[in-house]
């Protein structure tokens, strides 16, 4: 078993090469391949105890408390009880175990949940039902319709023809178009046939579990025949079956060797950068107290040599001492314990009940709570609070992050006529509202009543028969490879290849002209009521170079028509001369739509003639049949019949953007928060969506796009985009060559300097395939140097581990604090590499949030959890750790000045009980009441003046430069509080003439100076007063003196006459006016040095921050204008919505009649047409 997380045991060897065969679990077993089970979860009963103390007391304080704890045990040398660090130290503790041990129950509950899933397992001849868990790799299991794929399998058969499949991989890619994948011939011949099932014994050898989703090879043996396996032939982990009854396959990689956990990354202890300073303070306190306690331990010695050694008649030594050699040793150890003080345990106790109030204000916050699925904000990890208040990156997934998943028919343009827009009765424009009245289709009985236009002037054009309205609507009809589903009469469904494609055919559909289905050869069309049968000649599929689709039908009146639709920039081209008026309005309006981020497609058509056509079909088919140049002949013959186009006009599609996404990157942009998009879309859709966003626009200086093959030519793309946003660092250097930057060193890894300045705004976009060769270890440091110029950078075709690996490369060479944000299973891996992972609660499944730190609805709640939850959580910590340090320094090395006064004897300043109480009672309501409640702006003003954000950037307000500024201003006020009331005691009467200058009305009157004095600093310390507040500091000083003359009491001292030698001091010492001045010249004396460089540091060196708090000190003064509604920056370049068509198209497999069902024919369906009632089946 595991001990601490970590095996001890027989080492699994690393895997070369994957041997299985079908049906033989005893074969895999040789082998010991994991199982399908899968563990997210860090401890178990048995581990958790050990392995969280272990984990736990990596936290340097801790080690030092427990280390504090065995000194107290020690009779010789301790002078304070063991419970006054045992109790805070299990506090600590147990708090931190309970909450470690919350978040594994809910990973633990998740790991229960999937691998308890049922499948049907192929065991002795029959499906059995079963767990996700107890599958293994060689079994066959069977899939159905919209099952989640258990394993990574080999496809052996299906329902469809040709053992097709229809998956999709949103969990996988982010890609929500379906992706086919087809079987073998050889095991396709097996059907469901249980029986030829269970008797295939085919053995596999393949690649060792690796992270590539794009990449399989190996061989399946059968009857000693040998067949080539690719990623074709692979269902993986985390894809979904659609449009498929059923499916059997073959396992090969299970539970954590699938492609989607090799992918998911290990999740990594987090610690926030405050946490990791204040390792580094706790050091440099040590080694201060090491300091102090050994110079009073050499004044113990030198003078008990001198003094204490004739002084023992009168003051004996301890037992066990025999020198003052051994008295200074024992002191030293005396003097720790006293002098522990300057690190509390209570430190660490406030700091998780920090954490933990500012968790809850996330959890409570009703601005971020989405009531359309019942969603709040949660912050499901409680120690990175503050880390939310220093974000200078952020990667953000695309697809469910920043869009909706849902493509919309918005606008369209048809014969230079532009529809979509809404305009009142006097002819202006208005904005589209859920008020505004929608188009009523209701007159179509095949509508999609999801569907919502608002312009009703195109379904009037529609109506009346308008001729070129007519043939637009014909074209989104025909042209697309959308294969029908019709289960109910009348419900149609659409599995589109792209979502955009879905759109347009959606609309054809909604407009009067519905695809109802299609054959191999034929593509049939409800046209305004009215069945037709299109007979399908060709389609000229889309690919990444063409851009473009066509299809050629023959209509049944024995028209030939070739219809195209595609990018504006390819189908310009391709126009007849005579379309050039028309083109020019068509352009007007291609730019007006893509000014309001909307991607568009021109639609064209051509009349055929029958000879050249004929001609054209022979000389198509000799080409696709020739051995050498097929690919150019094609394209050739492509480009000759696609001429000559008439313009018919072009659409406007939107990729819906999640609300007011757009405006958030805006406002993290004012706060110069720089945002990656990391997506598996492809180039276009991305570069798409970072415009729709004004993430990019076209005021930018320049975009580059990073699309180089190699590793040279990926340098040379990433040096000359440099060398364009900073050509000064290439100058007067030989060959152009810029000079080695020097590095800063950051543990193991190399830090670079800080931010280079671009001369202007770039953008940065690199595919997975350029991405790949830049990650390698030479090309890394020319990659994050280059793209931390560029104001935006977008990764497109990334693979879930290359996401990491982005943002693993700025944590390693930026000292910066980088967040992830995603809603998918693909994002996971980054979600737990990033300092901060946020998941959104969206449409791909809730893996993401379970893996985050924080998660919430909606890409807009972001910049509430950062520029007001986040930035006030880091203000109220650095508060918090400054003020803290700085009242137990003060407390503390008021002992250090008294030990030269005490013959270095370890005798505590203070009483005892004031020593216990101090930080547990006195002191500890008021600073937890400053950092829950303190606020320097309210919310509103945090998000109109984002620049506030900055400092926490920078991590101004506590650093190693503050903390040696606070340590200045303790020994300046220890001095204070030790000689001002020790001269107010010395030689001093009373009023009656007797003395008042005793230890212990002395340690009376400091320990009262103290605490009023740091009662004050913490009421200039606060800038946000409420009731709480009040209450705390007020209560505070008021228990304070109750306690205190109490416990100095003749009555306490009767009856504990051991515990409370303090009698009478209380009522002795604080009635004299010169105690009283005192306590006033101490808090005089430590306050005015503060005021005093606060003021003069706001009017001489003012900081963005002080600059901006006195802006809105001035606004306050006046009611707020609401804020102006500034229209967004938008693009003017027109973006081609075939963006989504991630793949080569399905054209061949649909001529092909591959994905076809041998069915009835159209008629014999039971699909209807409004007024055709002969088609129906009788």
């Not at 879930?800 to 998918?824: C, M, W």
């Amino acid at each position: 078993m595991p001990l601490f997380g970590l095996n001890f045991g027989k080492q699994r060897l690393k895997e070369e090469e994957r041997r299985l065969r079908a049906n033989d679990r005893a074969f895999s077993l040789q082998f010991e391949y994991a199982k399908n089970s899968i563990k997210t979860s860090k401890y178990n009963l048995f581990t958790f105890l050990p392995l969280n103390l272990f984990e736990q007391f990596q936290r340097i304080a801790n080690a030092y408390f427990l280390f504090l704890l065995i000194l107290q045990l020690i009779p010789q040398i301790s002078s304070l009880a063991w419970f006054t660090t045992v109790v805070p130290l299990l506090l600590v503790l147990t708090v931190s175990a309970a909450k470690d041990a919350s978040d594994d129950f809910h990973r633990h509950k998740s790991d229960k949940q999937v691998n308890n899933r049922p499948v049907k397992v192929l065991i002795d001849g029959s499906l059995k039902e079963d767990r996700w868990l107890n599958v293994e790799v060689g079994d066959i299991i069977k899939l159905e319709n919209n099952n989640f794929v258990t394993a990574d399998l080999l496809l052996l058969s299906s329902s469809e023809p040709h053992s097709l499949t229809y998956i999709e991989t949103v969990e996988l890619d982010g890609e929500t178009n379906l992706k086919v994948k087809q079987a073998l011939t050889v095991t396709s011949e097996l059907g469901e046939d249980l029986q030829k099932l269970s008797s295939f014994d085919g053995e596999i050898r393949c690649e060792a579990p690796n992270n590539k989703l794009d990449k399989f090879m190996g061989t399946l043996t059968v009857k000693g025949e040998k067949y080539a396996l690719d990623n074709e032939r692979m269902l993986l982990r985390g894809c979904t079956i659609r449009n498929t009854e059923w499916c059997f396959g073959l396992v090969v990689f299970a539970g954590p060797d699938t492609k989607l956990m090799q992918n998911s990354g290990r999740t990594i202890f987090k610690r926030t950068s405050i946490d990791r300073l204040m390792n580094f303070l706790v050091l440099v306190i040590f080694g201060c107290l090491a300091a102090m306690c050994l110079i009073l331990a050499f004044g113990n010695g030198i003078w008990e040599y001198n003094k204490g050694y004739y002084f023992q008649v009168y003051l004996p030594w301890a037992e066990g001492v025999d020198s003052s050699a051994t008295s200074g040793f024992l002191t030293f150890w005396s003097y720790v314990i006293i002098l522990n003080t300057v690190v509390p345990i209570s430190l660490y106790v406030s700091v998780e009940i920090i954490r933990l109030g500012n968790s809850f204000y996330i959890d409570w916050d009703r601005k971020m709570y989405f009531p359309l699925n019942d969603t709040p904000a949660q912050a499901r990890t409680t120690t990175l609070n503050e880390e939310l208040g220093q974000i200078k990156y952020v990667f953000s997934d695309k697809t469910g992050t920043l869009t909706q998943n849902i493509m919309v028919f918005n606008k369209c343009c048809i014969h230079g006529k532009s529809y979509g827009d809404v305009y009142d009765l006097e002819g202006h424009r208005v904005e589209v509202t859920e008020r505004t009245e929608k188009v009523d289709f209701s007159y179509n009985p095949l509508a999609d009543p999801k569907f919502a236009f608002y312009d009703h002037s195109l379904v009037e054009a529609v109506k009346g028969g308008d001729a070129h309205t007519h043939q637009f609507f014909r074209l989104l009809s025909l042209c697309h490879t959308v294969m029908p589903e019709e289960k109910e009469e009348g419900q149609l469904v659409y599995q589109a290849q792209s979502p955009d494609e879905g759109a347009l055919v959606t609309a054809a559909r909604n407009f009067g002209f519905v695809f109802r289905a299609r054959t191999p050869e034929t593509i049939t069309v409800v046209e305004m009521g009215e069945t037709k049968v299109y007979e399908l000649i060709a389609i000229l599929d889309f690919n990444n170079v063409r851009k473009r689709m066509s299809v050629i039908v023959r209509s049944p009146e024995g028209e030939l028509t070739l219809y195209c639709k595609g990018a504006d920039t390819i189908l310009y081209e391709l126009l007849h001369p005579s379309c050039g008026p028309l083109k020019e309005e068509t352009t007007e309006h291609l730019d007006e739509f893509a000014g309001e981020g909307l991607r568009t497609l021109v639609v064209a058509c051509r009349a055929l003639e029958g000879a050249y056509f004929a001609d054209w079909r022979q000389r198509h088919h000799e080409a696709s049949t020739a051995l050498e140049g097929r690919d150019e002949k094609l394209s050739a013959l492509y480009e000759e019949i696609e001429r000559d186009l008439l313009l018919l006009g072009a659409t406007a599609i939107e990729d819906k953007l999640q609300d007011g996404v757009p405006q958030t990157i805006e406002t993290l942009g004012k706060a110069q928060i720089k945002i990656w998009v990391l997506t598996g879309d492809k180039q276009e859709t991305a570069v798409n969506i970072g415009y729709s966003c004004n993430m990019l626009y076209d005021d930018m200086k320049d975009i580059f796009i990073i699309r180089g093959d190699s590793l040279e030519e990926v340098q040379r793309e990433l040096r000359n985009a440099r060398k364009k946003m900073k050509p000064d660092a290439f100058v007067g250097h030989h060959g152009g060559q810029e000079p080695e930057v020097q590095m800063k060193k950051a543990g193991q890894s190399k830090v670079l300097p800080d931010e280079e300045q671009p001369n202007g705004e770039y953008g940065l976009v690199i595919n997975g395939h350029s991405l790949a060769y830049a990650l390698e270890g030479q090309l890394e440091l020319e990659l994050v140097r280059t793209a931390c110029l560029c104001k935006v950078v977008i990764c497109c075709r990334v693979t879930p581990l290359q996401k990491a690996q982005v943002v693993e490369l700025v944590k390693k060479h930026k000292r910066a604090v980088t967040l992830a944000i995603g809603d998918g299973a693909n994002d996971v891996s980054m979600i737990k590499t990033a300092h901060i992972g946020v998941g959104i609660s969206g449409q791909e499944g809730m893996q993401a949030v379970l893996s985050s730190d924080f998660s919430f609805a909606q890409f807009r709640y972001l910049q509430r959890l950062l520029l007001v939850h986040g930035r006030w959580s880091y203000i109220r910590m650095c508060k918090f750790l400054a003020y803290f340090f700085y009242k137990n320094f003060a407390f503390t090395l008021v002992h250090f000045w008294y030990g030269f006064f005490s013959g270095f004897s370890a005798q505590t300043v203070y009483d005892e009980w004031f020593i216990t109480l101090y930080n547990l009672v006195y002191t500890a309501l008021p600073v937890l009441g400053m950092s829950l409640f303190d606020q320097d702006v309210d919310d509103r003003w945090s998000l109109h003046f984002p620049q506030l954000y900055l400092p926490g950037q920078q991590n101004l307000y506590f650093n190693q430069r503050e903390f040696v500024k606070c340590l200045g201003y303790s020994i300046y006020s220890s001095l204070v509080l030790f000689f001002v009331p020790y001269g107010a005691m010395l030689n001093s009467t009373r009023s009656d003439g007797k003395a008042v200058a005793d230890y212990q009305s002395f340690a009376l009157t400091a320990q009262t100076c103290l605490l009023i004095v740091v009662s004050v600093q913490m009421g200039l310390d606060t800038a946000y007063w409420t009731a709480v507040n009040q209450l705390f500091i007020w209560g505070s000083l008021a228990v304070y003196f109750a306690i205190t003359f109490a416990m100095y009491s003749d009555g306490t001292y009767l009856v504990f006459t051991a515990s409370f030698p303090f009698v009478g001091s209380a009522r002795n010492t604080l009635s004299q006016p010169s105690v009283w001045l005192a306590i006033f010249l101490c808090a005089t004396l430590c306050v005015l040095p503060v005021l005093g460089f606060r003021f003069l540091k706001v009017q001489l060196r003012p900081t963005l921050s002080d600059k901006v708090l006195c802006q809105v000190r001035e606004l306050r003064k006046r009611p707020p204008p609401p804020p102006p509604k500034r229209p967004l920056r938008r693009s003017i370049s027109r973006r081609s919505g075939y963006a989504f068509s991630h793949q080569h198209g399905f054209g061949a497999l649909i001529t092909s009649g591959q994905n076809m069902r041998a069915k009835l024919p159209f008629r014999a369906t039971g699909s209807f047409s409004p007024n055709s009632e002969k088609l129906k089946l009788k």
